[in-house]
């Protein structure tokens, strides 16, 4: 049900809890004894629970809005060893492998459009969240750079044949990221009417 309300919205659970370090731990609690329970009724051969806790994984440092939080997923075991297929957990609160809080992942791209040069993103981020903001070299940002062009190019290729607009805004903006490269650009907000 939980994947259902914020897959409406779209909003992952982590963008929510990992503001307030206490909400997170116990939005995960919920989550394993939701998944342990789902299970309560499985045994092994020996008529012991077949699913069962086994600790958490190894504590790891998630980079928020608000600072880096340290985070301890939930884990547990399946003790049937004869069955092909195990059971295991995978948090949808605290998806596996996330460093980064979609705060964070929109800090990065308004900073650069604010002009701030790859090189500079180390140190600005540094002083926004703290010392330990890992993965944010000039390298990493010029990669994401890479990627954010060819989303930009995919979405001026984009086919509107069956968009209907009804209004339009245009607008300019001054580029002043370089001085000696000033540029207006032409700003457009369409409004679209959907197609019956």
Known sequence: ????????VHI???????????LLAQALEAEIEQFLSQYADLTDESG????????YLPERELQTGIGPVSVKAPRVR???KKVSKRISFSSFVLPPYLRKTKSMEQLIPW????????GDFSEALTALVGKDAPGLSSGTIGRLKTIWEKDFQTWQKRDLSNKHY??????????????????KL????????PVH
Do not use: Q
């Open 111 to 118: 900073l650069y459009l604010k002009g701030l040069s790859t």
């Open 166 to 183: 009804v209004y339009f805004w245009v607008d300019g903006i001054y580029c002043n990221v370089y001085e000696k490269y000033k540029k």
């Open 78 to 80: 399946d003790r049937d």
């Open 48 to 55: 012991r629970k077949r699913i069962v806790r086994n600790g």
């Open 12 to 22: 992952r659970p982590i963008d929510i809890f990992a503001t307030e370090p206490k």
């Open 186 to 193: 032409a700003e457009r907000i369409r409004i679209d009417h």
């Open 1 to 8: 049900m939980l994947n259902f309300i914020f897959e409406c």
